[in-house]
């Protein structure tokens, strides 16, 4: 498939325990995104690659959320010391270019929980 | 600061009739507009945006939005309904400065009876 994929599709958690998910984009695509989303909630968003640089990070909630696109592909974010209240599904999009007109295409995400 | 609402958790449609769901937002710019669908346990699906231009956009599945900017609303719409649209249908609004972050508003759960 030509899609985003992310890994693992589920994941649980010891709180204390650090986590990393994976996003593979779609081929060729520049701009790289993630977003939160908890039950029953929209997506929020959390910060945005373009290439290998994170121009915007101001949605992480905390100093434990990190994240990576050191060869401006595959994206890992990252959640260290996990907290009951980081379980939500994590959701990764791409979109091709730069533009703010451009479609972002989202993963089946990665449902985190925390116990 | 920018925002979306979508005041209906839940749409209830028989179908085949025509069904709507509604969609309005607050933003100081031009507003880049978009609906995304979800099906259980998948991520979010593209259907349908507004950029610029004729304010009637088309999508997938037969789906359509309005743009109407005096009422700043992107209501979705179908004329006949399915019950495979039964799904989570999400508005998201995205300005043309700086960021290129979606706000989504909370969600519409669309369920067609048949």
């Known amino acids: 498939g030509a899609g985003v994929s992310q890994s693992p599709r589920y994941k649980v958690a010891k709180r204390g325990q650090d986590v990393a998910l994976r996003c593979d984009p779609i081929?060729?695509?520049?701009?790289l995104f993630w977003y939160q989303q908890a039950l029953g909630q929209g997506p929020e968003f959390l910060t945005y690659?373009?290439?290998?640089?994170?121009?915007?990070k101001s949605g992480l909630p905390s100093d434990r959320f990190f994240a990576e696109r050191p060869e401006g592909s595959v994206s890992t974010l990252k959640i260290q010391r996990t907290q009951q209240e980081d379980s939500a599904v994590y959701l990764c999009?791409?979109?091709?270019?730069?533009?703010?007109?451009?479609?972002?295409?989202f993963g089946p995400g990665t449902r985190l929980t925390v116990l | 600061a920018q925002s979306v609402a979508q005041p209906e958790d839940q749409v209830n449609v028989a179908e085949g009739n025509p069904l709507t769901v509604k969609c309005t937002y607050s933003?100081?710019?031009?507003?880049?507009l978009f609906w995304y669908v979800q099906y259980p346990n998948r991520g979010l699906q593209f259907l349908l945006k507004?950029?610029?231009?004729?304010?009637l956009v088309k999508g997938s599945y037969g789906f359509e939005a309005e743009f109407n900017k005096s009422q700043t609303s992107f209501h979705l719409k179908k004329p006949s309904a399915l019950v495979s649209d039964s799904a989570l249908y999400f508005c998201?609004?995205?300005?043309?400065?700086?960021?290129?972050?979606?706000?989504f508003g909370t969600g519409t759960r669309l369920q067609v009876f048949p």
């Open positions: 999009a791409s979109s091709l270019e730069e533009a703010s007109t451009d479609t972002q295409y």
């Open positions: 081929s060729g695509h520049v701009s």
């Open positions: 690659f373009q290439n290998e640089a994170q121009l915007d």
């Open positions: 933003v100081s710019g031009n507003p880049y």
């Open positions: 507004y950029i610029t231009g004729d304010n």
């Open positions: 998201a609004v995205r300005v043309d400065y700086n960021t290129d972050k979606l706000i």
